[in-house]
């Protein structure tokens, strides 16, 4: 059974502060690792994706991958209350189409 | 990204009908996939709707229970058929670019009375 962890949260970090979600996964097969925002009542919208070891920035977000720890984090700078959501991580199956996802960390923002 | 447009945006439905899902994208996709989000939980892949022939289901899903349709490139329907308490659930479609990379519908929150 191929497997996405996440810590359910709620990750609760301060107003410009830096939020660090993490994600482990089971399938040493994979290749692509995607990061999703999901604010209650939406649907998962596409923030991050990463293939290659090492970081990669995007704005304030940070996408880190070791694929030999089969981790991959996610960090945002400057946290704001706009960021409180849910964010789900999810890795490809065996480099196929097919998406696994975690269960989510809830994180929350205080202003 | 593409835009994906889903109908019903919700609905409550009676146990033991059917309800059929509507999935729209606004330009030609290879691949599109129907997802569950049941309550407080994360996504569990349905199926993956194939344009021309039967849609591939995931373990735990049957033909049956989800038939989906792929008409052409930029429409699908997935149906919930002889409904239960248990089928209330957010209904995602999603589509997949060149980059590989999943973009999803709004969804369709369905509850089951």
């Known amino acids: 059974q191929k497997e996405v962890e996440q810590n359910s949260g709620p990750l609760s970090v301060p107003e410009g502060a830096i939020a660090s979600l993490n994600c482990t996964y089971s399938?040493?097969?994979?290749?692509?690792f995607f990061w999703y925002r999901q604010y209650s009542g939406k649907s998962p919208e596409l923030i991050m994706f990463i293939y290659s070891n090492g970081d990669k920035e995007d704005g304030r977000f940070t996408a880190q991958l070791n694929k030999a720890s089969q981790y991959v984090s996610l960090l945002i700078r400057d946290s704001q209350p706009s960021d409180s959501a849910t964010y789900l991580c999810a890795v490809n199956e065996d480099s196929s189409y097919k998406l696994i996802f975690g269960s989510g960390t809830r994180l929350l923002v205080r202003p | 990204s593409a835009v994906i447009s889903q109908k019903p945006s919700r609905d409550i439905c009676q146990r033991g009908t059917s309800l059929t899902i509507q999935c729209q994208v606004d330009?030609?996709?290879?691949?599109m996939f129907w997802y569950r989000q049941q309550p407080g939980q994360s996504l569990t892949l349905i199926a993956t709707a194939n344009q021309g022939s039967e849609a591939t289901y995931e373990s735990g899903f049957v033909i049956d229970k989800f038939p989906i349709s792929r008409p052409n490139l930029t429409f699908s329907t997935l149906t919930v058929s002889n409904m239960s308490p248990e089928d209330s659930s957010i209904y995602l479609c999603s589509v997949e670019d060149l980059r590989d990379e999943q973009f999803f519908g709004p969804g369709t929150r369905l509850t089951v009375l």
């Open positions: 330009s030609q996709v290879t691949m």
């Open positions: 399938d040493r097969g994979s290749q692509s």
